[in-house]
């Protein structure tokens, strides 16, 4: 099932995000329905527009429009070409031959070359002998499985992992092509058994010591051959395994087709010394098969076949043509290199550049020189134009001219293009003018037989098969060559499974040929492509070549154009003919080309040209060396020990000097040490202008006869050393050789190579965690890398008298009375008629916290101050100690709706306070009579009293069954109460027959009250002391404030209707109301009601709640209810206050007043911040700074809080000076690290995952506020939380959980409330909730760790300056001192050379920049690129480094102090339209600072100055500044160099940050403000698409150096732009659709106005409407259905069915609705559907069909 198993892993880490999702109430998946249900419903009613727009009632089935022109008809997803394969044990399926046998015995026994043909089945010996091995070791053991080129690699490991259960991995250059460090290679060599990799890794690793022969195994060498020389099979063995002691070494096993990689050997006894040398080099013995006869059973042979064709005729007039342009071309590079060999020798003179390539996975990065490459074209084209004719160099020459035309990075394209366009129109030659005649043609089909291979001599002078064909051999226009592989190809057409390879020579031919094949009529049947290396110049990518095999393979091509990359090693076992268009060179390419013909009655044809005797002389050669090969290999020759010494003698040879690393055993030799330096300059940072690569000079040195060289080496302008002088060598190559060992040493011993011998980075092992992305485990520092961490509480809280244990003592406690001042102002007696608390501490409370103010919104036009006010010690005896207890537990149980006993609570001595009540005279005492008649009250034995008295009843919505979690009443079972009947249905009530059967509420005879008395359900109370009083409703368990007793209605007074509704009476009075809805019986009818308000749960008054709440009510249902708010003032239009009816006999009064429980819901917020800053003060304490404590709150407050204030101002400001304290001191401590080290080692100190890790140290988690304060999980003392009340969901799927809202008849007010969040209250679900039943955990994502270390850095910044901020850095331990003297070094600057001096304008510089540089030579760094030569001169890159980072600082700053009122998002907005690359490169050209950079580059010239054309009508414009959001690209060398000016100032002036802003200050302006801030296009229109709930879609595209980018909306193409950068593509698109939008938009606008009003009018109480009816007529609820939920996350769709049994008819039809972006309002829409329906029902008089 692996196949199955890798599929279905994304959809698994997809649903753990879901999961997540669904865990905080954002995710919802469609259910699943029974298909027998399913079945019998297939008609659906639903809406649609007509043509003048009006919805018109519908059934059938909705086939929805397809997006974008899509068929709607999807294709299955589920893929069964693997499926087979899953279930297989991985073992070797494939039994083992005889002789294959043979070999696997003898390569047991000792170290073996396999000398076998291609097919014959080399590696499966292989995979035998590593079981084998495995088998005997009886241990895990590594095998490292080499091969020479990187598509082996893919292939190889994919056949060891189909026949062995071996953990496989494969490496080539294109995985590693920066060295992996040696932690990630251990893993590697630790989880995997076989390791298959290009042989210079192996190398690589083993020069660095990352591995050691001594650890491997089993090494086996795939086309071992190649180990001659300097190859790297050869530098493995002769480097390491020889020097490896003799019982460490590994077992080798190398498998070839030919031991002898040459043209052919001359005898027996050379065929030996040649077998010898390859034996000694691999310490192994060659092994074959002596009886050929079984092999050829198994490895048919092809039929060998000359074909010889004319020598082709020069085209001298062309030919001559182009070769003059050749050779001005020519002259041309001569004249562009100044250098000659003897003064300058680069990597391509010494062959280090290829070493470069194949050692190191880098190629030699060099501007295109346009003399070169068009001289390598000319070269092609030539080639093309002898040996293929004139039109296959046509074909050349038109496609060189095509790509040149798209190539942006080609240099001097015009140059190039003027020489192509002339050999265009000179070889351009129409192919139909001089075609054969027809007849003639058919005069040659018919001499012709099918399947006879046609005799070159008989077919010169333009015969031939094909019209087009015929025409270009008349003419000269394909060469004789050509003409004879198309008649061979003739041959095959009606071949049953035809599979043909040609073998080139050349890329250009195996390009161009497949070309040719396809324009004939006459091969229609031949399908072919081109197969080329990875080593050729057009650098074909591995993708590319696996996807040409894989077409040949399942038959798309049946011919490949290959060229050497296809003869050896690649498994094509298809192919049934093979043509070497191109003779070998070697007798192994002889051989193996022949072995790729594998089917039998395969053909092998050799094409020789006609007398040409080197052909025939070097195929003569081959064969007979092939049979000297193998008998030499059965019958060994005896070599005499002269020739057996000079063998083994051999291996000496070319070791040469070494360094070694004594820590670790890396090593560099000579052979390694030039390709080192190449690599060690390649890392060194550049850019694409840059030619950044070592110079040799080399100087001659003659002594009489013998002459000597030596060699000095100069590294790029950005290395620490500028220059190596080498000693004298007897060779060029050896000279270079030595200075780079040299060079190499002392890089190592000044730090720039690791103990590794790798170059520094920057980075360590340690801070090498990887990147952070979707498809893998987060990582600390990122936003996903989520830990639980415990609560923090304050020292100050902690007190042992809490727990009472003494009686005998009494206790000293400190009140604090919470006092409270309004601003604004409320008529509501319920917000503003509340008592009064104070609070007991055990200690005194820090001063800093009296200071502070909390500010409570309780109302919408009032917000209360609250603050603490000490009173005085209080002595407390241990019984009154018991009384404030058991008081405190009583009250905040019912606030907090937690069902605890005073007498058994858990008290914790880390939270030590209690609350207590106050007297309402002016004294402020403790109210003792208050506490005493509350806790003496008997109310308290009955469960309606106490906490949660819905959850006993059962009636409590959140907690019942279905698809909500059940924690409430698993609690309940587990104390011993017997569930409710009602439990686990949706939306039950409780029977009042059965709450009075269990005795909760007594059983009356039918009573009437006496005189102003009232009869409630638990006694008799006097109406004229009802007001303001507590009461729970026996028959649902909520609880009511009441507010007035309703002399004039009673329970027979009339039901009223609800304004809107549609359906007839319901209830002709409140006691039909109540009897049919709740089965209460009244008895009193005649007595008054009581006008109550419900009691709602305990909100957060910390953050504002009131800015949005009009939204949450459309506007049609304002307009219902504008008559009765008519004489409302319009600040409080939308508040709202609903009230409930309650007969007085099902109500019992509470003992807790409601004044006292209205003050009370106030104190968990309070202390809530009380307890936030207590933890501020304790931090602020540790650090040991004075700083005001309200500010430490701030930076330890996250914006999830959703409070007033936040760390993401400060975080912004910190992040930007921690940057640049830290960039300071780098650049000071290590002059002389790169900028690239230099980045590397800041992101080790300033990265999120360093400052988590600090932190963590300090453990600041205990003091961050991450999480919306959320009262149901706050944890009182003696009173933790429980944890369902989280289960309030704003998108209940239960239609009818909505009707208690409106149950008890809400009548609406006029008068404004605080209270109208009652309803909004059940529908916000808090963030931040555990799995577990603690308040004492939370869950932090490791970046708000990292965002709070920088936030306070910003405060201590802004309160206390630079000394405060180091302060706080110091204490946490983030590095930021330096020495003096190391500054002071750090000024010194360079020594300039006075030529340099001289050639630049230093006054007009200065003048342009504002400032007078002291020295001279800091503003030459600045201003110099890489790309200049540099003469003593370092480039600007680290002048950048520095300079970006203080640039940043002071920009951030301004902003920052400029706009204190602006909110974090836009000043973060206004921070990177200000510091980006592409302002700066504006402002760099606006003070022509362009014109003084110091530059070598002529494609960088050209760039600047299209771009200063670009943007020169942005810079006209004064005042006007695009900040970087503009239509053309800067060059980033323009940004750069503002950054090192920058940073030469701040040199120049002492290091002094402040004077580097008096000079930038000017140059900056205008600086960007909140006005002149543009919104990216791509921002805007995603925010526009979210706000909408539209899909949004990007889709790139390139055609050559053209980038289009499409924008699509909800599936429709709204805008497209093309350019040659992607990223500015997608921004002239974004921008383009959005003025599409906008039109459209505004089109639509005026037709949709009336349509909207109607709309929204239909739409109101549709859902309420529903179920109302539903009651009306007894019949069940309506059932929705969730249909389809389609859209991306930021845009989800939701469709929604709904369908209703009216009993008499049975069900509806399922009715549809629209595709609406939330569930509430696609369940509105079906509704809708739905009442349109049953009203044609009603009114029309017609029955639509029901169902049974």
């Not at 333009?462 to 004879?484: N, R, Y």
């Not at 035809?498 to 399908?527: G, N, Q």
């Not at 543009?1574 to 949004?1592: D, F, K, M, S, T």
Request: proline share 4%; net charge negative.
């Amino acid at each position: 099932m692996e196949p199955l198993d890798r599929r279905r892993q994304p959809a698994k880490r997809v649903c753990y995000e879901n999961k997540t999702r669904r865990r905080h109430g954002g995710c919802k998946r469609e259910r699943e329905r029974d298909p027998e249900e399913e079945g019998g419903r297939e008609k659906r009613a639903y809406l649609e527009k007509d043509a003048d727009g009006r919805n018109v009632l519908k059934f059938g089935i909705r086939v929805p429009a397809a997006r974008g022109g899509a068929d709607p008809v999807t294709e299955p997803s589920t893929q069964n070409g693997s499926a087979g394969k899953a279930g297989k044990e991985k073992v070797c399926v494939e039994q083992a031959r005889a002789y294959q046998l043979e070999v696997l015995s003898q390569a047991e026994e000792g170290n073996t070359i396999a000398f076998l043909e291609t097919g014959a089945g080399k590696t499966l010996i292989a995979v035998l002998l590593m079981k084998r091995k495995a088998e005997l070791l009886q241990r895990k053991i590594l095998t490292v499985f080499l091969v020479p080129k990187v598509p082996l690699v893919y292939q190889q490991a994919e056949v060891i992992r189909e026949r062995t259960n071996f953990n496989v991995g494969h490496y080539c250059g294109e995985m590693v092509q920066d060295f992996w460090d040696s932690k990630r290679w251990q893993r590697e060599f630790q989880s995997k058994e076989v390791l298959v990799m290009t042989a210079q890794i192996l190398l690589n690793i083993l020069r660095h010591s990352i591995v050691r022969m001594e650890d491997i195994d089993l090494l086996i060498l795939d086309e071992c051959h190649h180990a001659v020389k300097k190859h790297p099979y050869s530098l493995v063995m002769s480097e390491f395994y020889h020097l490896a002691p003799k019982e460490k070494r590994p077992k080798i096993f190398g498998m070839t087709a030919s031991p002898v990689n040459l043209k052919g050997v001359s005898n027996q006894e050379d065929c030996a010394v040649k077998i010898r040398n390859l034996e000694t080099k691999l310490d192994s013995v060659v092994c074959t098969i002596r009886d050929r006869k079984e092999l050829e059973k198994h490895v048919p042979m092809p039929s060998e076949t000359v074909v010889e064709y004319d020598k082709a005729a020069v085209l001298w007039s062309l030919r001559e043509k182009i070769k003059q342009m050749k050779e001005q071309v020519e002259e041309a590079c001569s004249a562009s290199s100044k250098r000659t060999k003897w003064q300058f020798m680069g990597a391509r003179d010494a062959g280090a550049s290829d070493e470069l390539h194949f050692v190191y996975g880098v190629a030699e990065r060099k501007e295109s020189d346009g003399a070169a490459n068009l001289l390598q074209k000319l070269r092609s084209i030539i080639f093309c134009l002898d040996e293929l004719g004139q039109w296959c160099a046509y074909k050349v020459a038109s496609s060189s001219l095509g790509n040149l035309r798209h190539d942006e990075r080609t240099a001097d394209v015009k140059y190039q293009e003027l020489y192509l366009t002339k050999i265009v129109d000179m070889l351009k030659c129409d192919l139909q003018q001089g075609a054969a005649s027809s007849s003639k043609l058919e005069a040659v089909h018919g001499d012709v037989e099918e399947g006879e291979v046609i005799d070159t001599n008989s077919l010169s002078g333009g015969e031939h098969f094909d019209e087009v064909l015929g025409a270009a051999v008349a003419d000269k226009k394909v060469t004789p060559k050509v003409q004879s592989l198309i008649q061979i190809l003739r041959k095959y057409e009606h071949v049953d499974d035809f599979r043909a390879i040609i073998f080139v020579d050349r890329v250009v031919a195996a390009l161009t040929l497949p070309c040719v094949l396809s324009e004939l009529p006459s091969l229609k049947y031949v399908r072919s492509g081109s197969l080329v290396g990875h080593n050729n110049s057009q650098d074909v990518s591995t993708r590319h070549m696996h996807d040409s095999l894989s077409k040949f393979r399942d038959g798309s091509l049946n011919v490949l154009v290959a060229t050497s990359v296809a003869e050896e090693g690649l498994d094509i076992r298809q192919c049934n003919v093979v043509v070497r268009f191109d003779l070998a060179k070697t007798v192994l390419a002889y051989i193996q080309s022949r072995g790729r013909a594998r089917k039998p009655g395969s053909d092998y044809i050799l094409m020789l040209e006609k007398g040409n005797k080197v052909h025939q002389s070097f195929l003569r050669n081959a064969r007979n060396s092939e049979e000297t090969l193998r008998k030499e290999a059965t019958e060994r020759t005896k070599l005499d020990p002269w020739t057996e010494a000079a063998i083994v003698a051999s291996l000496e040879d070319g070791k040469g000097e070494t360094y070694q690393v004594p820590s670790t055993g890396a090593m560099v030799t000579l052979n390694s040490a030039v390709g080192l330096i190449h690599f060690y300059c390649s890392q060194l940072p550049s850019d694409r202008y840059s030619i950044l690569k070592p110079e040799f000079v080399l100087t001659k040195h003659s002594t009489g006869d013998v002459v000597y060289f030596s060699c000095k080496l100069r590294l790029p302008s950005n290395a620490p050393v500028e220059s190596f002088d080498g000693p004298v060598c007897s060779t060029m190559k050896g000279a270079q050789q030595a200075v780079c060992l040299e060079a190499c040493k002392k890089l190592h011993e000044m730090a720039a190579f690791t103990d590794m011998l790798l170059p520094d980075t920057g980075t360590s092992d340690k801070s090498d965690k990887g990147e952070d992305n979707e498809t893998t485990d987060p990582i600390p520092g990122t936003a996903r890398y989520r830990e639980y961490f415990p609560e923090g509480i304050a020292d100050f809280l902690k007190g042992d008298w809490i727990l009472n244990t003494n009686y005998l003592l009494s206790t000293s406690l400190y009140m604090y009375i919470i006092h409270y001042s309004n601003i604004g102002f409320s008529t509501d007696p319920l917000v503003t008629q509340t008592s009064d608390f104070a609070v007991l501490f055990g200690r005194e409370m820090d001063p800093e916290v009296l200071t502070a103010s909390v500010d409570l919104f309780v109302a919408r036009t009032l917000t209360t101050q609250a603050s603490l006010v000490f009173s005085g010690v209080h002595h407390i005896t241990s019984s009154e100690l018991t009384l404030l207890k058991a008081f405190h537990v009583r009250l905040m149980s019912i606030v907090l709706d937690v069902d605890v006993e005073p007498a058994s609570t858990p008290w914790d001595s880390n939270k030590a306070y209690l609350f207590v009540p106050l007297t309402s005279s002016c004294t402020k005492q403790i109210d003792w009579a208050l506490m005493n008649e509350v806790l003496g009250s008997h109310a308290w034995s009955s469960p309606l009293q106490r906490a949660r008295p819905d959850v006993f009843l059962g009636t409590n919505e959140r907690a019942l069954g279905g698809d909500r979690r059940e924690y409430g009443f698993s609690k309940l079972r587990s104390n011993g109460v017997q569930k409710h009947p009602t439990y686990g249905i949706r939306g039950a009530v409780a029977e009042f027959d059965v709450i009075k059967a269990s005795g909760i509420a007594p059983l009356r005879e039918k009573l009437e009250p006496e005189g102003r008395q009232l009869l409630l359900a638990d006694g008799y109370a006097n109406m004229d002391e009802m007001d303001g009083k507590l009461v729970t409703a026996a028959h649902s368990g909520k609880r009511f404030y009441v507010e007035s007793v309703m002399r004039e209605m009673t329970a027979e007074s009339p039901f009223p209707r609800k304004e809107g509704y549609l359906g007839s009476v319901e209830y002709s009075s409140y006691a039909d109301y109540y009897e049919q809805k709740y089965g209460v019986r009244l008895h009193c009818r005649h007595q008054p009601m009581l006008r109550c308000r419900g009691v709602s749960h305990c909100k957060n008054l910390l953050s504002p709640r009131f800015k949005l709440l009009e939204s949450t009510f459309s506007s049609f249902t304002v307009s219902l209810l504008a008559d009765s708010w008519s004489a409302v003032g319009s600040e409080e239009l939308s508040d709202k206050t609903y009230y409930v009816m309650l007969p007085p006999e099902i109500c019992l009064v509470h003992p807790l007043p409601g004044c006292l429980v209205r003050g009370a819901q106030r104190l968990p917020s309070v202390m809530k911040r009380v307890e936030s800053i207590l933890l501020a003060v304790q931090l602020k304490h540790e650090i040991g700074f004075p700083i005001p404590a309200a500010k430490v709150l701030e930076a330890l407050t996250a914006a999830s809080c959703q409070e007033t204030f936040s760390y993401e101002r400060a975080e912004l400001l910190g992040d930007a000076y921690l940057k640049w304290v830290v960039s300071r001191r780098l650049f000071i401590k290590h002059p002389r690290k790169h900028e690239g080290q230099l980045t590397r080692m800041r992101q080790q100190t300033v990265s999120n995952m360093v400052l988590y890790e600090f932190a963590i140290s300090k453990s600041l988690q205990s003091y961050i506020q991450s999480d919306r304060f959320a009262p149901s999980r706050w944890a009182a003392p003696g009173v933790p939380p429980v944890f369902d009340e989280d289960l309030k969901d704003s998108n209940l799927d239960n239609e009818a959980a909505e009707v208690p809202k409106a149950s008890e008849h809400e009548e609406r007010s006029t008068k404004s409330s605080g209270e109208e969040e009652v309803l909004d209250d059940s529908t916000s679900l808090e963030d931040g909730e555990a799995e577990w039943d603690s308040s004492s955990y939370r869950v932090l994502s490791s970046k708000t760790l990292a965002d709070v270390v920088e936030a306070l850095i910003g405060v201590y910044y802004v309160e206390g300056g630079t000394k405060a901020a180091a302060h706080f850095m110091n204490w946490i331990s983030i590095p930021i001192d330096y020495d003096e003297a190391e500054a002071n070094a750090a000024r010194a600057g360079c020594s300039v050379p006075d030529s340099v001096m001289n050639s630049i304008d230093f006054e007009k510089l200065e003048l342009a920049i504002g400032y007078k540089f002291q020295m001279k030579s800091v503003l030459v760094e600045a201003i110099s690129h890489a790309s200049r030569p540099s003469a003593g001169v370092p480039c600007y890159q680290r002048l950048e480094f520095v300079g970006d980072a203080v640039l940043d600082h002071l920009i951030t700053r301004y902003l920052f102090f400029r706009y204190q009122d602006l909110p974090p998002g836009r000043l973060t907005d206004l921070r990177a339209a200000a510091v980006n690359n592409e302002n700066f490169a504006r402002i760099s050209v606006k003070h022509s600072f362009h014109l003084h950079l110091r530059h070598g580059s002529s494609a960088l010239e050209a760039q600047i100055k299209d771009f200063v054309k670009d943007i020169q009508s942005e810079l006209d414009k004064p005042g006007i500044n695009s900040f970087g959001i503009g239509d053309f690209k800067a060059p980033k060398v323009l940004g750069d160099i503002l950054e090192s000016i920058a940073g030469a100032i701040f040199l120049d002036t002492g290091l002094a940050a402040d004077e580097v802003w008096k000079v930038f200050e000017r140059l900056l302006e205008p600086m960007v403000t909140p006005d002149t801030l543009p919104v990216h296009p791509v921002r805007e229109l995603q925010e526009r698409c979210q706000q909408q709930a539209e899909g949004l879609e990007y889709r790139a595209s390139r055609e050559g150096s053209i980038a289009t980018v499409e924008v699509f909306v909800d599936g429709v193409q709204i805008g497209c732009a093309q350019n040659t950068q992607k990223k500015m593509a997608q921004k002239l698109a974004a921008r383009n659709a959005l003025a599409a939008l906008k039109e459209r938009d505004s089109l639509e606008e005026e037709s949709n106005k009336v349509a909207k009003m109607e709309n929204e009018k239909a739409n109101a109480f549709t859902r309420q409407t529903l179920n109302d009816i539903c009651l009306q007529r007894q019949w069940p609820m309506p059932q929705y259905r969730l249909l389809s939920e389609s859209g991306p996350a930021h845009a989800k769709r939701f469709t929604y069915t709904v369908r209703v049994n009216t009993r008499e008819r049975g069900w509806t039809d399922e009715c549809e609705g629209q595709a609406m972006p939330s569930m509430k309002k696609a369940k509105d829409s079906a509704a809708l559907v739905l009442l349109e329906v049953l009203k044609q029902w009603d009114d029309i008089g017609t029955k639509a069909p029901l169902k049974p």
